[in-house]
C-alpha cells in the first residue's frame, strides 16, 4: 500500500491589488458559451480579456473552476466588475471572503483494535483516498513557503490524525510516549495548501474553491476541512459551496465545528450536508507529581513542562494572609520573596483571576517555577508550560496551603513527564467545541458527532517550535500536542474512509447516519458525557448524537439516508432564490415544488419561537443496511415538558436495502415555568429502535431548543 502524499500550490492571496482592485468569484451558466470556444476556461478568458479598458488596466485571472462552481474568480476593478455584469453568461458574482482556523492513542480511545471490528474489516483504511486541507498559525515573523510545503504545521498534525503510519516511541518531550497511527493508516492522503501565513493567516475562499474544486478533479473519497468562514447564507460560503459539489460526487465531506463554545449558536459549517464535528477530551491526562517536605504530601498535578528535569526539595514560598499575594495578583508580590523559589498561588474563589494572569505574575517576579491550584475549566495549553509548572485541582490546593502554612521550612519536589491513561470520566465535550444550534438552519440539529480533539499527539513539522523553556530557548519536535475541533475533524474523516472501504455502496448521509446512530451518549464512567464549562452534563447541542464509536458503526443495522434532491427541497424550504440555489446545486433544472425542511435526519430538533409551546411531526425513512430479514420495535425516553409519540411502533425490513417510514409527533409544553430560560435550551430525550431478537440499536437525540430570537 502506498501513502501519497500530493499537493497543490495556490497563492491567490499574494495578487497585488491596487486602487479599486478586489478579489471576486464569478458564476458564470455554462450553457451560454458561445459556439466558437472549445472550453469554458477559453470562454471565461476571453470574457476576461475584453473587459480590459484601454489604459492597460486587466483583470487577473486567477482560477478557472470545473467542479464545485461553474465560473471562475479574478481581481477586478469596479469598472470591470460593471462591465462584466453585462456580459452574456454572466449569473453572479460574489466578493472574496477569508476563513479562520479552528486550531497515538487516540485510536485506541475510540475502540479501533487491530484484530477485531472496523480496522481490520476496512482493511485500515486501504485505497480509500482522503483530502484534506492544509493551513497554520501565527508564529513568528518570517513568511510563509510559496510552495505546498507545510509552514505551520497544522496540516502534518491533521493529516496524520487521519492516516499516519505506525511509528514507535512518537511522544511530545516525553509526554504521550507510545506507538503513534492514524485512523486509517492505509488511506492514501492528498493535501491541498489553502491557506497561507504571512504576518496573518489567510484562507481565501477563491483559494478554498480551488483546493477542492482539484480534489474533486482528483477523485478523493473523503474531505476533512479544519477550517470555518463566517456563518452567511450557504451560497456565500465556498465550504458548503465546495461540499454541496463533493455530495453530488458521493464524496463525504466532515468538517469542524469551530472552537467558539460554549456559547449557543456558536457552530460553524452548520450545512446539513457536511459531518459537522465537535471535540472532546480523551481519557489521557499529563501530570506531575509534587511531593512536599519530606513527603508528609504527594499530589498529582497537570503539566506538560518539555524537560527531564528533577526537582528536588527545592524552597516553596506562598504569599499568606494578604488575599492579592495568596492568589498572585498582578504586581502583589516582590520578586526579592520569590527569587530562586517555587511559588504557590491559590484558586481566586472570591473572583476571577485566571491562571494566565497568575502566570504572569510569576513570571514578573522570576520565581524559578511555580504549583497553581485551579479548576477544571481553566484552558491550558502546552505554550505556558514555559517553566516548571503544575496545576494542582482545588481540593489538593487546600492541602498545598494547609502544608505550607504549617511547615517551618516548606520544600518542593516535582518529577515531570507523567502520562496518565484511563481517566474519568471522558470523553467530555471540550470548553471551545462550538455549540448548537445552528444560527442558519437551526431545524436541523448541530454538531453532528463528537470526536477526540483535546491534546491530540500528532505529527509536526521539525523546523517549527512548539515549546519553549524560559531560560533555554525554542525546542523542536516531531510530534506536537493540539487541541480544536480542527483535531477531532480528521478523526471523524479517518472513520468515514474506514466505513467507505467497508461499505463501498453507502451515501455519505449513510455513512452519518452509521455513525450518529451508534454514537456513546454515556462516558467511561458510564454517565451522560458532561460538558467540562459546566462540570455537569451535557445534551446534544454540546455533543451531538454523542461521541464517535467506529466498531459499532461499521454495522448500524438501519441509517437514515437522504438524496441529493432532499437538500435541494431544503434550500427551497429555507427561501433561498433560484440563483442561491444555483450556486449551490450547479444547475438550473430544478424546481421548488416539495419545500422541505424536515431532511431525513438521524435527530429531531425543534425551534421554540417565542412560545413554551409546540408540535411537530417529523417524517423519516429508514433504510436496512444489514444482510438479514429485521423486526424493530421503538422505545422513546422523553423529559418532562416533552411528549413523543411514534406512528407505527414496529418496523420489519425483508432483504437489506428494504425501507420502512414511520412518523415521531412531538408535543413541547413547558407550562408557565420557563424561568431560567437556560435549562431549555437542549431539553432532550432520545427515540431508539431496537432490533426484535437482534443486536443492533439505533439511536437518535429528539432536542427542543429557543431560537436565537429569544435573546439566549
Ligand atoms: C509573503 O509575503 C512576502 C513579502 O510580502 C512575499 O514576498 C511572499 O511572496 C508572500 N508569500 C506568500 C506565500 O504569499
Ligand atoms: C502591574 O504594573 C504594570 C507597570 O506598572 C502595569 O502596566 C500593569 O497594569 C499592572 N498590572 C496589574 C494587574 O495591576
Ligand atoms: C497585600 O499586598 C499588596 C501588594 O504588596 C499590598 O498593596 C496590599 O496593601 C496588601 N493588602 C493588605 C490588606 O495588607
Ligand atoms: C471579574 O468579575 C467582575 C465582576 O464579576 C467583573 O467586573 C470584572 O470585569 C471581571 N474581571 C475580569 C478580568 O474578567
Ligand atoms: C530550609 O531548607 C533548605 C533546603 O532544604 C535548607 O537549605 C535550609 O538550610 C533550611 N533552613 C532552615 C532554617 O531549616
Ligand atoms: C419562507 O417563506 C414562507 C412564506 O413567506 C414562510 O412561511 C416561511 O417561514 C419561510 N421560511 C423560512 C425558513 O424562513
Ligand atoms: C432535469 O431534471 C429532470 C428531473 O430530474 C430530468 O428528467 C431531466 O433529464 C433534466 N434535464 C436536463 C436538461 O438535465
Ligand atoms: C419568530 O417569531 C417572530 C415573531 O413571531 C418572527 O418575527 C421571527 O421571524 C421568527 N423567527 C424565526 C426564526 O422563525
Ligand atoms: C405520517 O403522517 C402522515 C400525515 O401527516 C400520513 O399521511 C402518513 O401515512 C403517516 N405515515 C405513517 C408511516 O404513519
New binding site residues.
Partial sequence: MILSILCLVLSATSAYMPGDRKTYIVHMDKAAMPAPFSTHHHWYMSTLSSLSSPDGDAPTHLYTYNHVVDGFSAVLSQTHLKNLQKMPGHHGTYLETFGHLHTTHTPKFVGLKKHAGLWPAAGFGSDVIVGLKQYGLKISTTFDYDSPRDFLGHGTHTSSTIAGSRVQNANYFGYAEGTAIGVAPMARIAMYKIAFYNDTLKAAAVDVLAGMDQAIADGVDVMSLSLGFPETTFDENPIAIGAFAALKKGIFVACSAGNSGPRPYSIENGAPWITTVGAGTVDREFAARVTLGNEELSVLGKSVYPENLFVSREPIYFGYGNRSKEICEGNSTDPRAVAGKYIFCAFDYKGNITVSQQLKEVRRTRAAGAIISADSRQNMFPDDFDMPFVTVNLNNGELVKKYIINADNATVSIKFQITILGTKPSPQVAKFSSRGPSLRSP?ILKPDILAPGVDILGAWVPNRPIATIRDIGKLLTEYALESGTSMSCPHAAGIAALLKATHREWSSAAIRSAMMTTADVLDNAYDMITDISTGAAGTPLDFGAGHINPNKAMDPGLVYDIEVQDYTNYLC???YTSQQIRVLTGTSNFTCQNDN?DLNYPSFIIILNNTNTASFTFKRVLTNVAVTRSVYTAVVKAPAGMTVAVQPVTLSFDEKHSKAEFNLTVNINLGNDVSPKRNYLGNFGYLTWYEVNGKHLVRSPIVSAFSVSNGQ
Wanted: aromatic share 20%; no cysteine.
Fill in positions: 431545524w424550504a429555507l427561501n425542511l
